[in-house]
């Protein structure tokens, strides 16, 4: 059992979400930086789909009620166990101490994996939080308990490489152009910087700069959309699906980011290019 | 033969454009059915207004896709009935009453009257957009959504009907509601109305 001392502004238990409920209308959900947690799982011997946690800039406290090993991964932030900084990514918490991630020095979330997972009850085959529809446990407050599974995935080979969280600097995104493409001018997407809008959040990020040109007027009918689309809404400035995006759209998608999992660790400023993929 | 516009959407996903929701529906059993069986494979399938997504496919789906016609339509008593027990006491059914040009009574007969279907999901889980009203009959959303629309209220907006299965901010016209759980995720299947499902608005 973990016993949550500081939840921090926003920290939620996510796996990998629970993809093949779209047709319900249930979002995907899942860790925005799938690496880094992919990543602190394979430190703590866990398999791939074990729950952990994800904070949000600030970091947050945890107590260990038993003894545990530990892994955190993702945004760069001074880990503690007791108040003493941890110099390895993987560590034993001992019964009664408290494991602190510190605020993100750079980059924005961090994973923390506990070997046995996050054991809370899965809702449609995941643990995750989705801030969209509500579905999963409640984000973590102060004081809340978080029960540890036990080990029963055999222990990874080698962990993941460890990915440096992006600076503040620019970050390019690859993109390939559709489904709505003839909605618009493309090279807009493609000439222009934008920067991070300070309300993104889980289910996407908001681009700020140039609004692009829509060749089309209408109303485009509702349908499908995935995740990193890219999509366009009135005003003409482009918000970026992330993890909690719902399953249907009624604004048309210019492209899709190829890769979100950088935009996980993006801080709201930073400037983002496009680059078209083939 | 009519063939169908299949657009790729990033590296694994793509979208069928269908001509109407007769055609979406045709797709979205074919493509189902085939999933089944093996033949083919995605992680997702999320049917909208005229399209149909494939999430999660492998390479090349999309130009197989484009090569084939569109498959038989599907008899419109195919789909398992639901019906749904509504009280027609919506804050907006004078106004669509009024909107189509008939007294309040004749409007509850037309909303239960109308063989509804399920075209797809969105919005929230398990809210399902029902067609099967006329486009004639097709209202505006409000101008200004509700901050609060409660669950199982049931409303309009286009030519759709649906019915919020949790309290959520709203634009639909509200026409009544339903006690129906409309998504439990205890339950074997989560969502009452899922895609394909024939919906009957019962007078209560």
Redesign the interface.
């Known amino acids: 059992m973990i016993t949550v001392m500081r939840a921090g502004p926003l920290t939620t238990v996510q796996d990998l979400g629970r993809?093949?409920?779209?047709?319900?209308?249930?979002?995907r959900s899942g860790a925005l930086d799938q690496v880094a947690l992919r990543r602190a799982n394979a430190l703590v011997g866990n398999g791939m789909g074990a729950a952990g946690l994800e904070t949000t800039l600030m970091g947050c406290a945890l107590r260990f009620e038993v003894a545990a090993r530990a892994a955190v991964a993702g945004a760069e932030a001074v880990v503690r166990v007791d108040k003493q900084p941890v110099a390895e990514d993987v560590f034993e918490v001992p019964a009664g101490a408290v494991l602190d991630i510190g605020r993100a020095r750079r980059g924005v979330r961090s994973y923390v994996a506990v070997a046995g997972g996050i054991d809370v009850e899965p809702?449609?085959g995941s643990r995750s939080t989705d801030t969209l529809?509500?579905?999963g446990p409640p984000r973590l407050t102060d004081g809340l308990s978080l029960p540890i599974g036990l080990l029963v995935d055999s222990p990874s080979a080698a962990a993941l490489p460890r990915v440096a969280p992006s600076t503040d600097g620019p970050l390019v995104l690859g993109v390939?152009i559709?489904?709505r493409d003839d909605w618009f001018e493309t090279a807009g997407l493609f000439a222009e910087a934008y920067e991070i809008s300070p309300v993104s959040n889980r289910v996407g990020c908001r681009l700020a700069g140039s609004a692009l040109t829509r060749t089309k007027a209408g109303e485009l009918?509702?349908?499908?959309?995935?995740l990193?689309?890219v999509q366009v809404p009135a005003d003409g400035q482009p918000l970026i699906f992330l993890a909690d995006h719902?399953?249907?759209g009624g604004y048309p998608?210019i492209g899709?980011?190829?890769d979100v999992a950088p935009l996980a660790q993006a801080r709201p400023g930073t400037t983002v290019r496009f680059r078209a993929i083939d | 033969m009519m063939f169908m516009r299949v657009?790729?959407?990033?590296?694994s996903?793509v979208?069928i454009e269908c001509h109407d929701g007769d055609e979406v529906e045709a797709w979205r059993v074919s493509l189902w059915r085939r999933r089944e069986s093996g033949e083919l494979r995605f992680?997702?399938?999320?049917?909208?207004?005229?399209?149909?997504?494939l999430?999660?496919v492998p390479p090349g789906t999309a130009a197989e896709l484009a090569r084939e016609p569109v498959p038989p339509g599907v008899s419109a008593e195919e789909g398992p009935l639901v019906e749904i027990s509504a009280t027609f006491d919506g804050e907006d059914l004078d106004d669509v009453a009024s909107r189509w040009g008939v007294p309040v009574p004749e409007a509850v007969r037309r909303l239960a009257a109308t063989p509804l279907a399920v075209a797809?999901?969105?919005?929230?889980?398990?809210?399902?957009?029902l067609r099967g009203l006329p486009d004639e009959w097709a209202v505006p959303r409000l101008a200004a959504p509700r901050p609060r629309v409660p669950a199982g209220s049931i409303g309009l907006a286009g030519s759709y009907v649906g019915i919020y299965p949790?309290a959520s901010p709203g634009g639909w016209r509200l026409v009544g509601h339903t006690d129906q759980k409309l998504?439990d995720?205890r339950r074997k299947a989560?969502?009452l109305l899922?895609?394909g499902t024939r919906v009957r608005l019962v007078p209560r």
């Open positions: 993809p093949g409920f779209a047709h319900l209308g249930v979002p809702v449609l529809s509500g579905l390939r559709g489904p009918p509702s349908e499908g959309v995935v990193g689309a719902p399953t249907t998608v899709v980011v190829e | 657009r790729p959407v990033g590296r996903a979208l992680v997702d399938i999320v049917p909208g207004a005229t399209t149909i997504l999430d999660g797809f999901c969105g919005f929230a889980p398990g809210f399902a957009y949790a998504f995720v989560p969502a899922t895609p």
